[in-house]
């Protein structure tokens, strides 16, 4: 069997689930990618390790239909956007540094929901405004955390992120020093890993319920702060 037929055999299947389910099904998909692309099952021969990476990778947009017809890369925009002036950009890096220390560990990094500027921006009919050409129109879903990455050896593992940042509008409001070693990086399907270093400022707007993408380790003496928003498209 090749990996279109599982492919649209996994579609398939996703339109006769429930959102819970399908949601179950999605993580089941990124874990498979996720852990594929850390070495995991060497035991099996590189063909099928190939294959078994091409079906998750391609299987994650697909259950969401017609909708990622066009889906390749997933990136949606990269750079500085319109919508953030420098006073909102001043505000959400100020914020963030105050919200630092109400920031609980979610696995290997930090994370501050609640923020009212964040949350107040990420509704803003500018950022829905600047959506609408690219992706059709999206629906909020007040989720909009400001992340950390501040002590050694924090970082993700290659995942897919949750129903809530289905769209992801993720701005770098620092990074430091000058000398970086986390990255972030997205893993297509059938395509180069795309390598990401946003400069303070600089946003990426991504699928990423739909393409595996990994945050690598901090060092000893690197500090990454960001913003991110999160959307659904309609």
Known sequence: MDTSTLVDKIALLSTELSPAER????????????????GHAQRSSDEVLEMALRTAQKSLPALHGGVRAEFTTGVVFRGKTPFFSASDLASLDEESKAFRPKAVRFHDHYVASGAPVARQLSVSQ????????????????????????????????????????????????????????????????????IHVQLQPGESLIFFADSVTHQRTRTVEGETVRLVSFGYRTI
């Open 23 to 38: 949601e179950n099904l999605k993580l089941m998909l990124s874990m498979a990618a996720g852990g594929l692309l850390v």
């Open 126 to 193: 500018s950022i829905s405004d600047f959506l609408l050409p690219r992706v059709g129109p999206v629906l909020p879903t007040y989720r909009a955390n400001h992340l950390y990455y501040d002590a050694p050896g924090l970082g993700i593992d290659p995942h897919v992120d949750k129903d809530e940042f289905s769209l992801n509008v993720l701005t770098m409001l620092e990074h430091e020093p000058a000398r970086r070693t986390s990255e972030l990086i997205l893993f297509p399907p059938d395509q180069e890993e």
